[in-house]
Structure formats: C-alpha cells, structure tokens
C-alpha cells in the first residue's frame, strides 16, 4: 500500500486527549483496515518557540533548557502519534513543526498541498478562546484544504 500519488491528509497533534480522540477518529474513519488508504498521512506538532527566542534575547543555559525540554516534548508527541498509528498499521510520515500552531500548520498545508486537515477540538469556552487563540478555529478559516475539526463527546453526568 504506497502512498505516491494519493492526496495528502495532514494530522494536526498534540497529545491532549482531544489530540489522541482525533487522531483515533481520523483513523477509524480515513483509513480502515484491510482496505487500500486513500490518503498520504502527515502527523504534524507544532512546537513553540520559547520567547526570549523570538525576542532575540537571552543566550545560554536558560534558552538551551527550555529549547532541549520543548524538542523533548515534541519528540515524546510524535512518538505517541506514530505508536497509535503503528497499532493500526497505518503507514504514516511525521514533521514537527516550529512556532505558533495555527500559523505552522497552515504553512505545512501549504507546503504539502493538503487536500484535508484533522484537527481536534478542546471545547475551550468563547472567553478562553478569545484570549488562547482557537488552533482549530484559525486553522478553519485559513487553511487552503477542507478542515475537519473533530470534538470529544461530553461525557453525560448520571444522577
């Protein structure tokens, strides 16, 4: 089962339980087992730029911790997202992607001429989504491809 010539699908990871939900979701649903895939999966995790970085300041030890634990983190990530679809035996190719998540991972759309976006969706509040900034929310509006936002059902509390 190659992937030359199949449309792109881009995973956007973190390794929330959002993250993971909709990465088990686009699985299930994209690529079922024992049958041909009909898309070229990209995990793809955005990891930040620590901010005496993008300021310019602050060389040495400090910057060189905080740079190593994000890359160890990112690392950590990845793997996860490779381990769940190794379980499925989805073949699969991963990027870890520098800077601002909404920002990277249009980018990498475009780079990789997506045809669709997996994102998850955390179910953030409209205040906290005012003030975080909404991934999936900018992704949907900026995003060169068809986007699909998949959200974690609520549990339903019992009485």
């Given at each position: 089962m190659g992937n030359?010539?199949?449309p792109v699908m881009i995973m956007g990871f973190?390794?929330?339980?959002?993250?993971?939900?909709?990465?088990?979701w686009a699985l299930d649903?994209?690529?079922?087992?024992?049958?041909?895939h009909q898309f070229k999966?990209?995990?793809?995790?955005?990891k930040p730029i620590p901010p005496n970085v993008i300021h310019g300041q602050g060389t040495g030890g400090y910057v060189s911790g905080v740079e190593r634990d994000?890359?160890?983190?990112?690392?950590?990530?990845?793997?996860?997202?490779?381990?769940?679809?190794e379980e499925r035996s989805v073949r699969?190719?991963?990027?870890?992607?520098?800077?601002?998540?909404?920002?990277?991972?249009?980018?990498?759309?475009e780079r990789h001429g997506a045809a669709i976006l997996v994102l998850g969706g955390h179910n953030h509040g409209r205040?906290?989504?005012?003030?975080?900034?909404?991934?999936s929310d900018y992704?949907?509006?900026?995003?060169?491809?068809s986007v699909v936002i998949v959200k974690k059902p609520k549990r339903k509390h019992c009485h």
């Open positions: 030359r010539g199949k973190d390794e929330s339980e959002h993250g993971i939900y909709a990465l088990r649903h994209f690529f079922p087992i024992g049958q041909e999966l990209i995990v793809a995790h955005a994000l890359k160890k983190v990112a690392n950590r990530t990845i793997s996860k997202a490779m381990e769940i679809c699969v190719t991963s990027e870890i992607l520098e800077g601002d998540a909404r920002h990277a991972i249009c980018e990498a759309v205040v906290r989504r005012m003030f975080l900034g909404s991934v992704c949907a509006h900026h995003a060169h491809c």
